[in-house]
């Protein structure tokens, strides 16, 4: 079982940046690779990008590339989105997301992730 509690969402301007933080505990937090997703109002929930168990690969949507940044330090059990350059179309609630399974890789769809975040709310006004 794994606990996740997203916080560092908010009201930020068009070109702004924001840090999301996602805290784990109930599980050797170096054990799993995590990924974030966005939810805006009246759309399904969308990849936005993802991080290996050790950190050292990442994925990300194209729609993010270059502007948001995925990190994580195991000995504090969390894992980051730095969002820079934010645009009103990045609204939404954001959620971490770890899998059951041990997979190295995160996993690039919703259904590949067992456990979730209650989320945090990002306005981007223009």
């Known amino acids: 079982q794994v606990h996740l509690v997203e916080s560092g969402g908010g009201l930020v301007q068009a070109g702004g940046s924001l840090r999301l933080s996602c805290l784990a505990s109930g599980r050797t937090f170096s054990s799993v690779a995590m990924g974030w997703f966005r939810q805006a109002p009246g759309k399904e929930r969308v990849f936005v990008g993802g991080i290996s168990r050790s950190g050292a690969t990442t994925d990300y949507a194209d729609s993010v590339k270059g502007r948001f940044t995925i990190s994580r330090d195991n000995a504090k059990n969390t894992v980051y989105l730095q969002m820079n350059s934010l645009k009103p179309d990045d609204t939404g609630v954001f959620y971490c997301?770890?899998?059951?399974?041990?997979?190295?890789?995160?996993?690039?769809?919703?259904?590949?992730?067992?456990?979730w975040g209650q989320g945090t709310q990002v306005t981007v006004s223009s």
């Open positions: 997301a770890a899998p059951s399974s041990g997979t190295y890789y995160p996993p690039l769809s919703d259904d590949g992730y067992d456990y």
